[in-house]
């Protein structure tokens, strides 16, 4: 419906308060109130689709607008779940302004719902046209972008909590009785019962690791960390012995390359040993038998600089990018894992304020990887 008369006085007043155009002069918001037309929307009514071609810019004027995304651990159809709730005044559909121009979320009325919708052809043409209003109104999108994106972090983080952390407590009691189990405690059990819990309680163990990575995703910082001084050499000793006798088993060749001395850090030596020994593992995954693995330290000008590097198939370079996404495994989805491990990895050396980095084929050898992390050094 297109806005005239005193409707057009009463939309200025809600784009007035709005995230987006609460910031314009008086004479700026008549030009935008022009573009505008109300829409009322039932209970229930789908505004947008996550993935459709983004061509209308909507402010709630009345109601409640919920925004879902498509949630999903690997491959699947995945879930829809509700991200945040939108209100009067709120923008849905930034995305009809920014490129490509696709809905990166639906939206659906959870009540009877008022919106202002604006067709982005014309407002585009607005914002080109006049540049005062264009740099307050990308300058207000740019917050609005950026307030949704740390909002559906934390929303994600805390379900990912909940979730995992109510999966762990009965998960935890059936490895128990598996256990007691296998340990004769409950009686005999032939060899093709034992081997059939073994290989049960072996899954379970593999899924209460991934429950304790997916709690590890959304409590990472350096306030749950326990920091302390504490020597890069010693845990990376720790992290080879625990590793090593994955690397035998495969016929590979682990090298460690560094000093005898090398200056204290401040950090959390259990975190920084989980780093050095993701980093590892998935080298091994990643390399043929007989192949070779080099950890080095050494230290910089700036801090420590640790780097792994393997004679592996290597990243493509489509996926090496995103590595360091959550849940991302790459296109070798028969891979075992979650794609958790390097996400993790980052969100420690991050924590410790460093930083780490993926290179592939290796510089220096023209194969496999190069994983390389910083860490600022003890001051």
């Not at 789908?46 to 004027?61: C, H, M, P, Q, R």
């Not at 034992?194 to 990575?213: A, H, P, Q, V």
């Not at 306030?223 to 495969?250: G, Q, W, Y």
């Amino acid at each position: 419906m297109v806005i005239e008369g005193r409707g057009m006085v009463a939309i200025k007043e809600v784009l007035k308060s709005s995230q987006l155009f609460g910031g314009l002069a008086g004479y700026q918001l008549d030009k935008v109130v022009r573009l505008c037309r109300e829409e009322t929307c039932e209970m229930g009514t789908v505004i947008f689709t996550e993935g459709s071609i983004a061509k209308d810019l909507y402010i709630v004027e009345q109601g409640k607008v919920a925004l879902e995304m498509n949630i999903r651990f690997g491959p699947g159809p995945g879930r829809k779940g509700t991200i945040d709730i939108i209100t009067k005044g709120q923008v849905l559909g930034w995305s009809a302004l920014t490129e490509p121009c696709t809905f990166t979320m639906s939206a659906r009325c959870i009540e009877k719902t008022k919106v202002i919708a604006l067709d982005t052809f014309p407002l585009q043409h607005l914002l080109e046209d006049d540049r005062h209003i264009g740099y307050k109104v990308m300058q207000e999108l740019a917050n609005v972008e950026r307030s949704r994106l740390d909002h559906t972090r934390e929303t994600l983080a805390h379900i990912l909590s909940i979730t995992s952390h109510d999966l762990k407590a009965p998960l935890a009691a059936v490895q128990s009785y598996l256990q007691v189990i296998l340990g004769g405690f409950a009686g005999g059990i032939t060899d093709k019962q034992r081997n059939m819990l073994t290989r049960s309680s072996d899954r379970i163990s593999g899924l209460l690791n991934l429950i304790d990575n997916i709690l590890d995703i959304s409590r990472i910082d350096t306030a749950e960390m326990k920091i302390e001084t504490a020597s890069l050499l010693e845990v990376a000793r720790n992290s080879i012995e625990d590793i090593r006798p994955l690397a035998e088993e495969k016929g590979i060749q682990l090298i460690e390359e560094w000093p005898e001395e090398l200056p204290q850090i401040h950090g959390s030596p259990s975190r920084l040993q989980q780093v050095i020994t993701n980093l590892l593992s998935n080298a091994i995954k990643f390399t043929s038998p007989q192949g070779m693995i080099s950890f080095r330290l050494r230290e910089t000008q700036d801090g420590i600089r640790a780097e792994v590097i393997d004679s592996g198939i290597g990243i493509s370079a489509e996926d090496l990018p995103k590595i360091f996404d959550d849940f991302y495994r790459g296109g070798d989805l028969e891979k075992s894992g979650a794609g958790l491990g390097l996400s993790i990895s980052r969100k420690i050396i991050e924590a410790h304020g460093g930083k780490i980095w993926a290179e592939s084929p290796c510089p220096e050898s023209g194969e496999g990887s190069k994983l390389t992390f910083t860490l600022p050094k003890d001051e």
